[in-house]
């Protein structure tokens, strides 16, 4: 099924000009089945670090992205941009950059106190994610927009906007049956150097997509029940 689209230009400085929305109310009984099977399947969800090589269809990984940039942002700017590598030789190079710099994170870099909490996870400075997964989503904020001539203008809640975007990825990759890690070596502007991206761009997260391995494991986790986390007034 395609879905039509329209080319976006910057709106800065336009006048407000609202639509009508009328979506159609789904019934009590189907919006509670629905919200108990998310429930129920994005609590399978896990962050995978081995994965197997054998590709993915590369739509499912192009309709998650699109999905992504459905989310809501500051003043609808999309401060995102998604870029998808699946050449080997670039995700080696990624590969090998990041482990320089994490690396120098785990062997003191990051502090006595954040090593500790890592190490129930057994994560290391090998990355071997970066480059079995058949593909990386590397997503860049947009620090400001940039156009063509030269012209800035800044972008509002961008932290906020693209870490929202990525929780959307997260989750339409896992419900398409797709695996994922988010990944975020620190420095990262070797990205911007691997992948020619622009001054207004400031990379991310990394995002290694696939299949897990055969022989995949996962650490022991639980987490936070519902009412932990929920403070209901």
């Known amino acids: 099924m395609s879905i ?27 919006s509670l089945a629905r919200a108990a099977e998310l429930r129920e399947r994005m609590d399978r969800r896990r962050t995978v670090r081995q994965f197997s090589a054998d590709p993915v269809p590369e739509q499912v990984v192009r309709d998650a992205i699109a999905c992504a940039a459905t989310a809501p942002s500051g003043a609808h700017q999309q401060p995102w941009t998604f870029v ?8 080696r190079r990624i590969r090998e950059a990041a482990e320089a710099e994490e690396r ?3 062997e003191g870099r990051l502090g006595e106190e954040w090593l500790a909490a890592l190490r129930p996870l057994g994560t290391d400075e090998v990355k071997p994610h970066l480059t079995d997964a058949p ?21 509002y809640y961008v932290d906020e906007s693209v870490g929202i975007a990525v929780g959307m990825l997260l989750s ?32 991310f997260a990394v995002l ?15 987490r936070k029940s519902l009412d932990q986390v929920l403070v209901e007034i």
Not at 84 to 91: A, E, I, M, S, T
Not at 182 to 193: D, I, W
Not at 208 to 222: E, K
């Open 4 to 30: 039509p689209t329209t080319q976006w230009t910057p709106t800065h400085g336009d006048p407000y000009r609202p639509v009508p929305y009328r979506p159609e109310r789904m019934p009590a009984a189907e």
């Open 84 to 91: 998808l590598v699946r050449d080997p030789g670039v995700r």
């Open 104 to 106: 120098v994170s785990y």
């Open 135 to 155: 593909a990386l989503i590397v997503v860049f904020q947009q620090r400001y927009w940039l156009g063509e001539d030269g012209e800035k203008r800044k972008h």
């Open 172 to 203: 339409a990759l896992h419900l398409s049956g797709l695996a994922a890690l988010v990944h975020t070596p620190s420095p990262m502007r070797f990205l911007s150097e691997v992948l020619g991206r622009p001054a207004n761009e400031k990379a």
């Open 208 to 222: 290694p997509v696939g299949y897990p391995a055969a022989d995949c494991q996962v650490p022991d986790l639980v």
